[in-house]
T-cell receptor, first 115, second 112 residues
Framework: GAGVSQSPSNKVTEKGKDVELRCDPISGHTALYWYRQSLGQGLEFLIYFQGNSAPDKSGLPSDRFSAERTGGSVSTLTIQRTQQEDSAVYLC?????????????FGAGSRLTVL | RKEVEQDPGPFNVPEGATVAFNCTYS??????FFWYRQDCRKEPKLLMSVYSSGNEDGRFTAQLNRASQYISLLIRDSKLSDSATYLC?????????????FGKGTKLSVIP
């Protein structure tokens, strides 16, 4: 596609439920990032995928969070047993550059509200 | 010390004013630097990369001081449409990872 596509755009769930957020990066972009942004806060790095390399999971806040990227394209971020503090906008970004300056194109985000 | 630190503002300036934002970073291994712009309830978008020698794009000028680990963004002749949050972004590359760290942003409001 022309841009990074994320779904759902909004998700309201009850505490304790599992949620899946999807990201479809720009075609041909080998690098994919997940960030989250809480209200009034900066972007918090979650996970990074680059081609077939092992992902950098250093930003995942707990073992309730996991992500996969199938076929080097679409990625799914899964949050198990959601908590109220998980409420945030989850932003996906992709990038073409493999070295040097790494310019990200973001999707519009998935706004998660945990009641 | 935070990895990337910015003055949160808000900066409220009249149209036509010149305004400057500063950003400091803590990791001396940082290699690439950027300014992103984020409009309210929207995703961040690249404004400009920051080069070692400094660079200009129209009304926007970015500067980098590696010795002081400091980045700046200057906006001249401010427009109403410049109202947004400006994010300082630092890239540290190594061990196969290209992690970018975002500052919390500086909010700018340009007033008629």
């Amino acid at each position: 596609g022309a841009g990074v596509s994320q779904s759902p755009s909004n998700k309201v769930t009850e505490k304790g439920k599992d949620v899946e957020l999807r990201c479809d990066p720009i075609s041909g972009h080998t690098a994919l990032y997940w960030y989250r942004q809480s209200l009034g806060q900066g972007l918090e790095f979650l996970i990074y995928f680059q081609g077939n390399s092992a992902p950098d999971k250093s930003g995942l806040p707990s073992d309730r969070f996991s992500a996969e990227r199938t076929g080097g394209s679409v990625s799914t971020l899964t949050i198990q047993r959601t908590q109220q503090e998980d409420s945030a906008v989850y932003l996906c970004a992709s990038s073409l550059r493999l070295s040097g300056a790494n310019v990200l194109t973001f999707g519009a985000g998935s706004r998660l509200t945990v009641l | 010390r935070k990895e990337v630190e910015q003055d949160p503002g808000p900066f409220n300036v009249p149209e036509g004013a010149t305004v400057a934002f500063n950003c400091t970073y803590s990791n001396s291994a940082s290699q690439s630097f950027f300014w992103y712009r984020q409009d309210c309830r929207k995703e961040p978008k690249l404004l400009m990369s920051v080069y070692s020698s400094g660079n200009e794009d129209g009304r926007f000028t970015a500067q980098l001081n590696r010795a002081s680990q400091y980045i700046s963004l200057l906006i001249r002749d401010s427009k109403l449409s410049d109202s947004a949050t400006y994010l300082c972004v630092v890239q540290v590359s190594g061990a196969g990872s290209y992690q970018l760290t975002f500052g919390k942003g500086t909010k700018l409001s340009v007033i008629p």
